[in-house]
C-alpha cells in the first residue's frame, strides 16, 4: 500500500509532535520518538534502537531499543568498517533489508536511519546517530515512513542544537554584562569645580562603547577622563573595550605621560587583536588649578565639543593622532584647552551622532550643538539625559542603530569646589 502525500503530511505531523515534546538531551529527543512510534497504530514497526556514533572508534554504540526485537545489550559496539549496513549510511540515508524469515516472529524487515549532524570520517560522511527499526512487512509505507522519520528528526535536533548553542551564547553574554558592567564608574562624578556625568547605553547585551574616571591613587590634583569605541560589534567588540578597560586602569597607577600611556595602548591592541584592531580613543586630565587647564589627546576618536559660556559658541577638539591598532607605533600629541566658569566639555561615541531616522538622516555634529546650546545653563546629568532622549527620539524606527556613550563636563559658574 502506498501512502499518499496526505498521509505523509499526518506521518510527518505526528513525528513533529513527538520532536517538539520536551527532552533533555538528543538521546532522550530520540529514544522518545522511537517509543511513540513503535507504540503508534499509524505506524508498522515494530521495535526500534537507537545508536550513536563514537567518533574515536569509528563504532555504533547502542544507546536505547524498545519492542519487539532481538535484546542486545546496551552498550554494544558495531564496527562501521565491519558493518556493510553502517558503513552504507556514508551514501545513502536510509538502509533497508529485504524480508527475512525469523522463524515463530514470523517475517521481518529491517532499516537503518541517518540522522543528525553529519561526522566527516576515514570512510565517508557518518551521522551522528542511527535509528534501527523492525517491520512485519515490506511496503512502500513502511520505506516512506522512514524518510519522513529521517527529515524531522534531523530537523529537531538542528533545533535543539540550536538552542542549546543560543543558551550557551545568552549565558555567555549575561555573564560578559556583569564584567562589563561592573567596570563602569558611578555616572555621576563631582571634581573640584567640575560636575561630571556620564552614561553607556550599549545596543545588544553588551557593546564596544567605554567610558571611565581615573585617578591616580591618592592623588587629588588630577583626574582623568576617557572615553572609546571598538570598531568591531557585539562580543568581540566587548572584549576589545575590557582590554582597554584593564590596560587604562593598571596604567593609571603609574605616573606615566598621557601621550606614552596611548602610544603603549596602541601597540598592546595591534599585537593583541589581529583581525578586529581599529578602537578610537578620547583621554584627557582635568586639572584643579585657577585657569581651568585641560590637558588631551584624541586618538582617532569623535572631536568633543567645547561650550563657552562668555560667548555661547561650540569648537571641537580634532584628532591628535590616529585611531588606536592600526600601525604598532604612532605618536601622538598632546594638546589642551581652558575651561572657564559655566563652560561645558561633551565628549561622545559616534553612536550619537551617526543615529539614523527613517529617511536615513544623520542626527550629526549641529543638531547636538544645538542641544547643547539650549541647555547650557542645566546641570551635566541634565544636559547628558536630554541628549540620549532627543537622539532616541530622533532615530525611532531608523534602521540603524549603535552603542552610545556620552560624558558631560560643566564647570561651575562660581567659586572652586573643594569636593573630588
Same mark, same amino acid.
Given at each position: 500500500?502506498?501512502?499518499?502525500?496526505?498521509?505523509?503530511?499526518?506521518?510527518y505531523?505526528?513525528?513533529?509532535?513527538?520532536?517538539?515534546?520536551?527532552?533533555?538531551?538528543?538521546?532522550?529527543?530520540?529514544?522518545?520518538?522511537?517509543?511513540?512510534?513503535?507504540?503508534?497504530?499509524?505506524?508498522?514497526?515494530?521495535?526500534?534502537?537507537?545508536?550513536?556514533?563514537d567518533?574515536n572508534?569509528?563504532?555504533?554504540?547502542?544507546?536505547?531499543?524498545?519492542?519487539?526485537?532481538?535484546?542486545?545489550?546496551?552498550?554494544?559496539r558495531?564496527?562501521?568498517?565491519e558493518?556493510?549496513?553502517?558503513?552504507?549510511?556514508?551514501?545513502?540515508?536510509?538502509?533497508?533489508?529485504?524480508?527475512?524469515?525469523?522463524?515463530?516472529? %514470523?517475517?521481518?524487515?529491517? #532499516?537503518?536511519? %541517518?540522522? %543528525?549532524?553529519?561526522?566527516?570520517?576515514p570512510?565517508?560522511?557518518?551521522p551522528?546517530?542511527?535509528?534501527?527499526?523492525?517491520?512485519?512487512?515490506?511496503s512502500?509505507?513502511?520505506?516512506?515512513?522512514?524518510?519522513?522519520?529521517?527529515?524531522?528528526?534531523?530537523?529537531?535536533?538542528?533545533?535543539?542544537? $540550536?538552542?542549546?548553542?543560543?543558551?550557551?551564547?545568552?549565558?555567555?553574554?549575561?555573564?560578559?554584562?556583569?564584567?562589563?558592567?561592573?567596570?563602569?564608574?558611578?555616572?555621576?562624578?563631582?571634581?573640584?569645580r567640575?560636575?561630571?556625568?556620564?552614561i553607556?547605553?550599549?545596543?545588544? *547585551?553588551?557593546?564596544?562603547?567605554?567610558?571611565?574616571?581615573?585617578?591616580?591613587?591618592?592623588?587629588?590634583?588630577?583626574?582623568?577622563?576617557?572615553?572609546?569605541?571598538?570598531?568591531?560589534?557585539?562580543?568581540?567588540?566587548?572584549?576589545?573595550?575590557?582590554?582597554?578597560?584593564?590596560?587604562? =586602569?593598571?596604567?593609571?597607577?603609574?605616573?606615566?605621560?598621557?601621550?606614552s600611556?596611548?602610544s603603549?595602548?596602541?601597540?598592546?591592541?595591534?599585537?593583541t587583536?589581529?583581525?578586529? =584592531?581599529?578602537?578610537?580613543?578620547?583621554?584627557?586630565?582635568?586639572?584643579?588649578?585657577?585657569?581651568?587647564?585641560?590637558?588631551?589627546?584624541?586618538?582617532?576618536?569623535?572631536?568633543p565639543?567645547?561650550?563657552?559660556?562668555?560667548?555661547?559658541?561650540?569648537?571641537?577638539?580634532?584628532?591628535?593622532? %590616529?585611531?588606536l591598532?592600526?600601525?604598532p607605533?604612532?605618536p601622538? =600629541?598632546?594638546?589642551?584647552?581652558?575651561?572657564?566658569?559655566?563652560?561645558?566639555l561633551?565628549?561622545?561615541t559616534?553612536?550619537? &551622532?551617526?543615529?539614523?531616522? =527613517?529617511?536615513?538622516d544623520?542626527?550629526?555634529?549641529?543638531?547636538?550643538?544645538?542641544?547643547?546650546?539650549q541647555?547650557?545653563?542645566?546641570? #551635566?546629568?541634565?544636559?547628558?539625559?536630554? *541628549?540620549?532622549? $532627543?537622539?532616541?527620539?530622533f532615530?525611532?524606527?531608523?534602521?540603524?542603530?549603535?552603542d552610545? &556613550?556620552?560624558?558631560?563636563?560643566?564647570?561651575a559658574?562660581?567659586?572652586?569646589?573643594?569636593?573630588?
Amino acid at each position: 500500500m502506498n501512502i499518499t502525500g496526505l498521509h505523509q503530511r499526518a506521518t510527518y505531523k505526528l513525528v513533529d509532535a513527538i520532536l517538539t515534546a520536551k527532552a533533555s538531551d538528543p538521546l532522550d529527543m530520540l529514544s522518545q520518538l522511537v517509543r511513540h512510534i513503535v507504540d503508534s497504530s499509524m505506524m508498522v514497526m515494530t521495535g526500534g534502537r537507537v545508536w550513536e556514533l563514537d567518533a574515536n572508534t569509528d563504532e555504533y554504540v547502542l544507546r536505547y531499543q524498545y519492542g519487539e526485537m532481538e535484546h542486545m545489550e546496551l552498550g554494544t559496539r558495531n564496527s562501521v568498517a565491519e558493518t556493510p549496513e553502517l558503513r552504507s549510511l556514508a551514501t545513502r540515508n536510509t538502509y533497508t533489508t529485504p524480508p527475512i524469515d525469523a522463524g515463530e516472529r %514470523g517475517t521481518l524487515l529491517y #532499516s537503518l536511519t %541517518g540522522v %543528525g549532524e553529519l561526522v566527516q570520517r576515514p570512510l565517508g560522511q557518518f551521522p551522528t546517530y542511527a535509528l534501527a527499526f523492525t517491520a512485519h512487512e515490506q511496503s512502500d509505507e513502511f520505506v516512506d515512513a522512514m524518510l519522513v522519520v529521517s527529515s524531522a528528526a534531523s530537523t529537531a535536533l538542528r533545533n535543539m542544537r $540550536t538552542v542549546q548553542q543560543n543558551k550557551k551564547i545568552r549565558k555567555d553574554l549575561d555573564q560578559a554584562w556583569q564584567i562589563q558592567r561592573g567596570l563602569v564608574p558611578d555616572h555621576h562624578r563631582q571634581f573640584h569645580r567640575y560636575d561630571i556625568y556620564g552614561i553607556s547605553l550599549p545596543e545588544s *547585551v553588551v557593546g564596544g562603547d567605554y567610558f571611565d574616571y581615573l585617578q591616580r591613587g591618592d592623588e587629588q590634583d588630577r583626574l582623568g577622563l576617557v572615553i572609546s569605541d571598538a570598531a568591531s560589534k557585539g562580543l568581540s567588540a566587548a572584549v576589545q573595550a575590557l582590554f582597554v578597560s584593564g590596560a587604562l =586602569r593598571m596604567a593609571a597607577s603609574f605616573d606615566t605621560k598621557m601621550t606614552s600611556l596611548v602610544s603603549r595602548l596602541n601597540t598592546l591592541i595591534y599585537d593583541t587583536f589581529p583581525n578586529e =584592531r581599529f578602537v578610537s580613543l578620547f583621554m584627557c586630565e582635568l586639572l584643579s588649578s585657577q585657569s581651568g587647564l585641560v590637558l588631551y589627546v584624541n586618538a582617532g576618536h569623535c572631536p568633543p565639543m567645547h561650550y563657552k559660556a562668555s560667548t555661547s559658541t561650540i569648537s571641537t577638539l580634532p584628532p591628535t593622532g %590616529g585611531i588606536l591598532g592600526i600601525v604598532p607605533e604612532q605618536p601622538f =600629541r598632546l594638546e589642551n584647552l581652558n575651561m572657564s566658569p559655566g563652560d561645558i566639555l561633551v565628549l561622545f561615541t559616534d553612536g550619537i &551622532t551617526e543615529a539614523q531616522n =527613517r529617511a536615513g538622516d544623520l542626527f550629526g555634529e549641529e543638531r547636538l550643538a544645538e542641544v547643547i546650546r539650549q541647555h547650557a545653563q542645566e546641570t #551635566s546629568e541634565h544636559i547628558a539625559q536630554i *541628549v540620549l532622549d $532627543t537622539v532616541n527620539r530622533f532615530s525611532a524606527g531608523g534602521a540603524y542603530s549603535d552603542d552610545k &556613550t556620552i560624558i558631560v563636563v560643566k564647570s561651575a559658574v562660581t567659586g572652586v569646589g573643594n569636593r573630588q
